[in-house]
């Protein structure tokens, strides 16, 4: 009994400390001293410089830091632009961290957030070098003896997240009109240098009004940046988009073509996996795009609208501007076309599709037909199935068409002088 009494009596006089530290935090808090403090501990954890309007913190029921107009600076070899920018910041102090006379930050959220991603000449982004990295420690390190020294990784995120957000993009100083928002989701650091990612977002481009844009959402792991986020697998799945909305994002035009789209995929660089060597920094890649009920803008939508899919295999060597796609497939409700495409990613525009094999059904041809055009006889129903087998290329190679019936192996767009004189596949 007397024990219980002594206990008591230490954890009333416990709890008397908190209330008046809590009582006496908003003075606190006024002092330059204090403010300094805190913004270096958030300068550590994002390991870059940090601005900031205002600040408040608790501490029961849970410690916690507020913070008001938060900024974080750009690395002046982006620009002079903010990197991140957040209305509110609300940071959980961890227990166990104050028990030991450390301030440790554990979970930041972010209330509408504001991120600008910038890619330089050299291709890389101000991402990189954020995110803190794995350890990398050589042989003669791993053994060591006596007392250890504590190291210090730079930043120390656990786990960022946010609401109501967006994230812009600009090509050295110049914006792109492109941006998403409504960015929800969290980074979450899973071990040393691997990072977990879970993003929703709504596409978005700037002069061109839009309705139905779909919710993307991107799962996947990927290294810290300063590994250049090798190794790294992402899962991409968007859905619920007009497709007159997808070509104003894409062009700023609207065809008049309507429709629902919808693209699943999966790309990863740096795993090892079973096959033939690729190049270093090379994206592994698959996508399924489809779409259905395709139609004129003025015409009724009806049941026998065309759809759809398109299925892609290959590599994107970031490095040489290339992506290859060893594996394509066209998928129509009674055709198909199987080949592969290659596409520059830098540069001038140029890119070729072979196509190695073909069949065509005249239902699907009708059906795109009545899709655009009015007052086509409804008991028109040819079942005539074309099919032809054999290889063939189409490309487009400093701007201009060229047409070839059989391409070499290594099929590479020739300059034509006289267009007229190709031969149509």
Known sequence: MPRLRTYGKWIGVLVILLVLAQLGLPFLLRTSRMRTYLLAHLERSFGRPVEARSFSMDILPFPRVDVEGVS???NPSFGHEYFLRADRLTASVRWFGLLRGHFDFGTISLSRPSLILVRNE??????????PPALAKSASERISYGPQTPTDSGNHLQKIEFDDGRINFKTGEE???????????????MGPGRWQLRLEAQPWRSGVPLQSTGTLQVRGELAGTSARLQPAEIQLHWDKVSIADLFRMITGNDYGVRGAFALDGNASVGKPEPGPLVAPGAWKFSMHASAAKIHRWDLTERGDNPAVSLNLKGLW??????AHA?????????SHFEGAARLKTAGMSDWNLRIEDSGIQAQDLLAWYRAFQPDVAEGLTPNNYLRRVSRCAVSRCRGKMCKSPVPPANFACP??????????C
């Open 317 to 322: 060597d970031v490095a040489a501007g290339e």
């Open 415 to 424: 300059v034509m002088q006289n267009l007229s004189a190709s031969v149509r």
């Open 175 to 189: 914006k792109r009109p492109f941006a998403f928002t409504n960015v929800s989701g969290s980074v979450e650091q």
């Open 72 to 74: 974080i600076n750009e």
């Open 122 to 131: 050299q291709g890389r982004w101000n991402l990189e070098g954020w995110l």
């Open 326 to 334: 060893d594996s394509l497939t066209l998928e129509l409700p009674h």
